[in-house]
């Protein structure tokens, strides 16, 4: 009995040694990994990346929390609460600008996906010229907001601007586009779309691209239409490349506050295009309300993150299938 009770005793004394040697060898290997070794490398930009992002997020977010009005005193970190996203709320300018951005984004958005497909199609079906017109239709996409903004400021230009020069051609016109509360949001909307739908034009034909021919010959033996071929067949294989440039619309949609200033040069435009981003900026720099600024600030960063968290989502799932 004591023999075994020495030997169970020896075998433990063994087993720990090896635990303990097993792990000191994986410590050992994990300091001359790749990813260590290669640490000075990213992880002074990640650091410096999280401290001005997530940093300025979370700073952002707890100055809302405050009654912060200005640079004559700090913001008080004493007393937090929520009174004013409970005053956004109760905001009518809150509502009037979110419901702008809301149309905004959802008409520029689905107008941008529907345009850039069909341009997409007419350029995989083999146009003439096609490298020629796919040029023509992505080159705004190069353009900044600020050239964007001002080109199209000529081109509604009242008196000589070239869109109420075709308009007058029908016998229409000449419209204050940029002046009439009830045009300037279809304008704007007009405007971005020109820029990003040749982007989602690309997009699409590299997913139709990327779809085997078999598919057309098949549909074609079994005499499918060309339009039933792209509805039935074609479309639905393309939704990775919709959620994809859906998401970089929407994003854009709600940065649209460069466009906005550039385009009428004030904090407050007209009436049909003041929304979130506008608002937010007129309270920090106009009225100095920071605390309020940054609650709406808080508000767009939350609607960016609906619209940026499902497609991560899908993402995802689609890695994990």
């Known amino acids: 009995m004591a023999g075994s009770q020495d030997t169970a005793a020896r075998s433990?004394?063994?087993a720990g040694h090896a635990t303990g040697s097993d792990r000191r060898e994986r410590l050992r290997q994990f300091w001359k990994s790749d990813f260590v070794r290669s640490s000075p490398y990213w992880a002074i930009?990640?650091?410096?990346?999280?401290?001005?992002?997530y940093g300025g997020i979370i700073w952002n977010f707890l100055i809302s929390l405050t009654d912060y009005e200005g640079f004559l005193q700090p913001p008080d970190y004493g007393h937090l609460d929520f009174e004013m996203y409970a005053r956004a709320l109760g905001d009518p300018a809150v509502f009037s600008t979110g419901k702008n951005t809301f149309v905004l984004l959802l008409a520029f958005t689905t107008v941008s996906l529907v345009l850039g497909l069909f341009l997409a199609i007419l350029l995989d079906r083999d146009l003439r010229q096609k490298n020629t017109v796919q040029t023509i239709y992505l080159l705004p996409m190069a353009l900044s907001f600020v050239v964007t903004a001002q080109f199209w400021l000529w081109m509604y230009n009242y008196d000589?601007?070239?869109?109420n020069t075709i308009v007058g051609l029908f016998g229409l016109g000449p419209y204050n586009w940029i002046g009439d509360p009830q045009l300037v949001l279809g304008a704007v909307i007009f405007a971005l779309i020109w820029q990003f739908s040749g982007y989602c034009m690309v997009v699409f034909l590299a997913g139709l691209q990327s779809i085997p021919t078999d598919q057309f010959e098949a549909a074609r033996v079994d005499g499918a239409s060309i339009i039933k071929t792209y509805w039935r067949i074609i479309i639905p294989q393309l939704k990775s490349a919709s959620v994809s440039a859906?998401?970089?619309l929407m994003i854009f949609a709600l940065k649209i506050f460069t466009f906005l200033y550039a385009m009428f040069g004030t904090y407050r435009p007209p009436k049909g295009t003041d929304v979130l981003a506008t608002l937010m900026v007129r309270q920090a720099f106009n009225l100095q309300?920071?605390?309020?600024?940054?609650?709406?600030a808080t508000i767009l960063l939350t609607m960016a993150l609906v619209v940026v968290a499902p497609y991560l989502y899908y993402q995802y799932r689609a890695r994990a299938l």
């Not at 930009?45 to 992002?53: E, S, W």
């Open 289 to 296: 309300n920071w605390a309020y600024a940054a609650a709406i």
């Open 246 to 248: 859906a998401v970089v």
């Open 12 to 14: 433990g004394v063994t």
């Open 45 to 53: 930009p990640l650091a410096i990346m999280g401290l001005a992002v």
């Open 160 to 163: 000589n601007g070239l869109v």
